[in-house]
């Protein structure tokens, strides 16, 4: 077990439990010591996203995908792109 697993699986509860200032807290600190950790990164982002930074996460997004470009960042860029680029003109004219 890599010694971020414990860092990730803590920030996961964390978020599932509302506690999304605290998760992002402890991401900042591990990445301090653990940068390139392309699953830190991601989580950054992921907990950016909730927090409706879009821009911010997809930046944390990017720098996970360039590290590990198989890994879930790549699929949340993709999926990140898809939700900004929805139209529904119904919505603009009700």
């Known amino acids: 077990m890599k ?10 509860s964390l978020a599932a439990d509302g506690q999304i200032m ?9 990445l301090l010591k653990h ?3 392309s699953e830190l990164l991601f989580q ?7 927090e409706g930074r879009r821009a911010e996460a997809m930046s944390w997004y990017i720098k996970s995908a360039e590290i590990n470009p198989v890994g879930p960042a790549a699929r949340a860029i993709e999926m990140s792109r898809d939700i900004e680029s929805y139209f529904n003109p119904d919505l603009l004219n009700p």
């Open 3 to 12: 010694p971020t697993e414990c860092i990730i699986n803590k920030i996961k």
């Open 22 to 30: 605290a998760a992002e807290n402890l991401v900042d600190d591990a």
């Open 35 to 37: 940068p390139d950790d």
């Open 44 to 50: 950054k982002g992921k907990l950016l996203w909730k």
